[in-house]
């Protein structure tokens, strides 16, 4: 009997630190659709002024609907899009009907159509505020001599365009931004694998379970090798 108590407590160990990473992960994964969830709630909800007071926080996602008119330069962020490849997202200023100024997100362009001339002028735009963390440790600096920029730092980006440093992410813009493609805030680029990471755990734990009753099944029959 004394010979089946090491692989009996091996494998029970082994179980159940599996199982408790799989729980972990279920939880995880309600915490996420959770998040997710606020996100799209705040996204879609009604549309709100401006703030004069400025709360990246509390006023992340925040939609507004913006009159004014659009600026007619334009800063290039390089981006990948996902179907579309290599391409810039085109950081102008605006200005509204009261006279603030803020930048604007006004989406995608191939990467080959950096410098077309873009509209500028009246417009009337629906859109999230925005305080984006493109930038880490691997990120190059941005080149703002050549108009080539790696991240949406809004505040050499509004140094730049002479703004507030107030990011509005456009969902869409009348007159049509023609050529091109907003880039709306939405969820489906943030991760959610925590489903498939609590399969990987609990697969393993019964796996562990299968190599577990075989070890001891072979110590049984005097089969172990």
């Known amino acids: 009997m004394n010979r089946y108590i090491a692989p009996l407590a091996l494998g029970l160990t082994g179980i159940a630190i599996l199982v408790w990473l799989g729980t972990w992960q279920i939880q995880r994964l309600e915490w996420k659709r959770g998040i997710l969830n606020e996100i799209e709630t705040t996204v879609s909800g009604d549309p709100r002024p401006l703030p004069r007071l400025i709360d990246p926080e509390a006023q992340r996602y925040q939609p507004v609907v913006l009159t004014g008119e659009i600026g007619s330069d334009a800063l290039a962020v390089l981006v990948s899009v996902k179907q579309r490849g290599a391409g810039w997202r085109l950081i102008s200023a605006f200005q509204t009907e009261d006279g603030r100024r803020i930048l604007l997100d006004r989406g995608y362009v191939p990467v080959e159509q950096k410098g077309q001339p ?3 002028g009246p417009a009337t735009v629906r859109g999230n ?6 930038r880490n ?3 190059p600096d941005n080149d703002p001599a050549v108009n080539i920029w790696y991240a949406r730092d809004i505040g050499p980006m509004a140094e730049a365009l002479g703004t507030e440093p107030l990011l509005v992410i456009t969902r869409d813009m009348s007159p049509a931004d023609t050529g091109v493609t907003p880039l709306p805030i939405d969820t489906g ?4 694998d925590h489903l498939q990471y609590a399969i990987t755990w609990f697969s393993l734990a019964a796996v562990w379970l299968i190599m577990t009753g075989v070890w001891i099944w072979r110590l049984k029959t ?4």
Not at 189 to 192: A, D, Q, S, V, W
Request: aromatic content about 10%; glycine content about 10%.
């Open 222 to 225: 005097g089969k172990e090798s």
């Open 189 to 192: 680029g943030i991760p959610n």
């Open 137 to 139: 440790s691997s990120t």
């Open 118 to 120: 873009r509209y500028a």
């Open 129 to 134: 505020l925005h305080w984006p963390d493109d």
